[in-house]
């Protein structure tokens, strides 16, 4: 690589700094998170959700910045486990409301008091 990040680890080739870049986007993730919660209630598990399937999608953008053998279709292995992760968790990435939110209370009626004479 050309950018002005790239690393020289001793072969001689420039590198990208993927593990600089996925602690800078783990930080985010984290604040994005965090953010989320302080605005919204969410249900058991979500933040897990979240955070997989985030990272996930993560690492299957940055190990194209590594050197790798593809295995299929142009990924590696890592990528396609990234991306049998991401279709276990579509369902929380297309109804991110119903999968993730703490569903509303449902609003209780009053009820009257009696008085016995």
Not at 64 to 74: E, Q, S
Not at 93 to 116: D, G, I, K, V
């Amino acid at each position: 690589t050309t950018a002005f990040t790239a690393l020289d680890v001793g072969d001689g080739i420039p590198r990208h700094p993927a593990a600089l870049y996925e602690i800078a986007a783990l930080v985010g993730i984290w604040a994005l998170i965090a953010a989320l919660e302080a605005r919204v209630r969410l249900r058991d598990g979500a933040r897990f959700k979240l955070f997989l399937a985030a990272y996930l999608a993560l690492r299957l953008g940055v190990d194209h910045l590594k050197p790798g053998h593809a295995v299929v279709a142009g990924l590696t292995a890592i990528q396609l486990a990234c991306v049998a992760g991401l279709v276990y968790y579509w369902r929380v990435l297309l109804r991110p409301r119903r999968e993730l939110l703490e569903p509303e209370p449902w609003p209780t009626a009053s009820t009257p008091t009696t008085t016995s004479p």
